[in-house]
T-cell receptor
């Protein structure tokens, strides 16, 4: 079955440490997205990519970095510069175009040790 | 600029009674509108979408929504709630006329009691 796989499901970060969240899709979608979800806040866009080797900052990109070396993969690194990283992180993908619905992975919950 | 407001943070219904989740939007262009559902610790699942075709949109699991341009609303309804409908629901807007990212509402938690 086609879909989006996020790993790990749970992740713990120590102070000053960078961590990388994995997102892989086999839907052959051009566009991929990373969102952060906090209680009562809805989803906020961190980064998105419309095509391989290209990506744009979303609304809350500070303290995060991404790469898009393959169409299927869009990993997110939470750097030590992100002072409040505890959240639920969701990856999504879609066919190119704002009217196209996005398909979501099951998320990674990141906590601080 | 686009924005979306979900008018209720929580809605409580009894099983078998109607569900109404309210959403108002703001958009500079002809919008695409979506409703997604999220169960605990899961990703979002698309319930339905509006993209300038019929104003009454039918989705999965018996849900439907009506696009009302004059009221800038896109409320989600279901005639009879099931226990399995208990989840968080997100109203989402995207401008047509070019590539646009999605803007999410803050969510409405639907509670269903027996």
């Amino acid at each position: 079955d086609g879909g989006i796989t996020q790993s790990p499901k749970y992740l713990f970060r120590k102070e000053g440490q960078n961590v990388t969240l994995s997102c892989e899709q086999n839907l052959n979608h051009d566009a991929m997205y990373w969102y952060r979800q906090d209680p009562g806040q809805g989803l906020r866009l961190i980064y998105y990519s419309q095509i391989v080797n290209d990506f744009q900052k979303g609304d809350i990109a500070e303290g995060y970095s991404v790469s898009r070396e393959k169409k299927e993969s869009f990993p997110l690194t939470v750097t030590s510069a992100q002072k409040n990283p505890t959240a639920f992180y969701l990856c999504a993908s879609s066919i190119f175009g704002g009217e196209q619905p996005q398909h979501f992975g099951d998320g990674t919950r990141l906590s601080i040790l | 600029a686009q924005s979306v407001t979900q008018l209720d943070s929580h809605v409580s219904v009894s099983e078998g009674t109607p569900v109404l989740l309210r959403c108002n939007y703001s958009s500079s262009y002809s919008p695409s509108l979506f409703w997604y559902v999220q169960h605990p610790n899961k990703g979002l699942q698309l319930l339905l979408k509006y993209t300038s075709a019929a104003t009454l949109v039918k989705g999965i699991n018996g849900f439907e929504a009506e696009f009302k341009k004059s009221e800038t609303s896109f409320h989600l309804t279901k005639p009879s709630a099931h226990m399995s409908d208990a989840a968080e629901y997100f109203c989402v807007v995207s401008d047509l006329g070019g590539y646009s990212t999605l803007t999410f509402g803050k969510g409405t938690m639907l509670l269903v009691s027996p």
